[in-house]
């Protein structure tokens, strides 16, 4: 029998106080089915390609059968999908103006075939227009690859936020050590309020993040605190409480926390989790607006993120936030104009 704190610390869950898939080395599943439709249709609709034949854009995705889930096991994402794809396309000759209309169908999306090897089959209805459907097999082609590999990398960046969970290290390793800052990123040392009973300390590290708005500061707050401006940037439904001690839920609940102080226009300061991450363990967030002209600067400070979430939680905020509130803004620009 092996000694007291010796033993094989895959099994080792006395010191987890979540007692929960300890060290990652237990099969978890989550189901990315309908977070990858949306996720396929905000990438591939709307896609435009030019060339010396004129211009088509990609329509509605019409068609969207299939299935993707994320699996993790000792501590290593395995990622299963397969999609069917029907897409609608329009276009016009650049020489005549004439206008024509086809699909795009691509019938086995999966991980047994890498993007490139993916068939893609363009059609068109009948008539004249070919130039059109030459140009979609070739520069078309091109794109809806491109897009099919933002939908992937999107799959094992944005929707695996929070699912390998801190692992205690090895017995004699000192956890708390901290490193000196490098670059926009310091580790710290926090023990959650969840496992403050037992001691063990999980490794946090502390991000900071700038990004320029082409909005005023209080428009700008009001993204982050009205609950139908959320829903739109996120798209999904939200909880927002915009009051101290209100609540906070996004991302079919993959983000939750509370509002723990609101300065209007200036400063909004939240506890901030992910729903993987160790119970009750939140990273406190901090929004700073400040006006610029007619932009607005928003400084992020996020401290007490899970060592192992720091690059996740970084593209969260990036690709979740911040990009997809430019989108929105832009939006709201053009139907004004």
């Known amino acids: ?57 990609i329509g509605d995705l019409k068609h969207v059968e299939g299935e993707a889930s994320c699996n993790s096991r000792k501590g290593k994402l395995i990622f299963f999908y397969e999609w069917n794809l029907r897409l609608s396309w329009k276009g016009t000759v650049k020489e005549s103006g004439e206008k024509h209309k086809g699909s795009v169908e691509i019938p086995n999306l999966s991980e047994e075939n890498e993007v490139d090897d993916t068939e893609i089959n363009v059609s068109k209805k009948k008539g004249e227009g070919d130039v059109l459907k030459d140009l979609m097999r070739t520069e078309g082609t091109t794109k809806l690859r491109e897009a099919l590999r933002d939908y992937l990398k999107a799959l094992k960046t944005e929707f695996t936020l929070g699912m390998i969970l801190p692992t205690k290290a090895p017995v004699g390793q000192d956890l708390a050590t901290e ?21 063990v300390k999980i490794p946090t590290v502390r991000i900071h993040m700038r ?40 991302f079919e609940g993959c983000v939750s926390g ?36 007619a932009q607005s600067e928003l400084e992020l400070e996020c401290k007490g993120v899970p060592v192992a979430h720091e690059e996740s939680t970084r593209q969260c905020w990036k690709k979740q936030y911040f990009e997809e509130i430019h989108i929105l803004l832009q939006q709201s620009k053009d139907n004004m104009e």
């Open 258 to 293: 509370e509002y723990t102080e609101l300065v209007p226009s200036q400063r909004i300061v939240l506890k901030w989790r992910c729903r993987s991450w160790p119970d009750e363990h939140y990273a406190t967030v901090a929004l700073t607006f400040q006006d610029m002209a």
């Open 179 to 199: 490193r000196k800052p490098s670059g926009s990123t310091m580790q710290d040392s926090v023990a959650p309020q969840s496992l403050d009973m037992v001691g």
């Open 1 to 57: 029998m092996a000694k007291w704190g010796q033993g094989d610390p895959r099994w080792i869950v006395e010191e987890r106080a979540d007692a929960t898939n300890v060290n990652n080395w237990h099969w978890t599943e989550r189901d990315a089915t309908s977070w990858s439709k949306r996720k396929l249709k905000e990438v591939l609709e709307g896609l435009v390609v030019e060339g010396e034949a004129g211009r088509c854009e």
């Open 211 to 250: 990004e320029v708005f082409n909005s005023p500061a209080d428009e700008l707050y009001s993204i982050f605190t009205k609950k139908e401006l959320v829903q739109k940037f996120s798209k999904c439904p939200a909880v927002i409480e915009a009051e101290k001690g209100g609540k906070l839920q996004m």
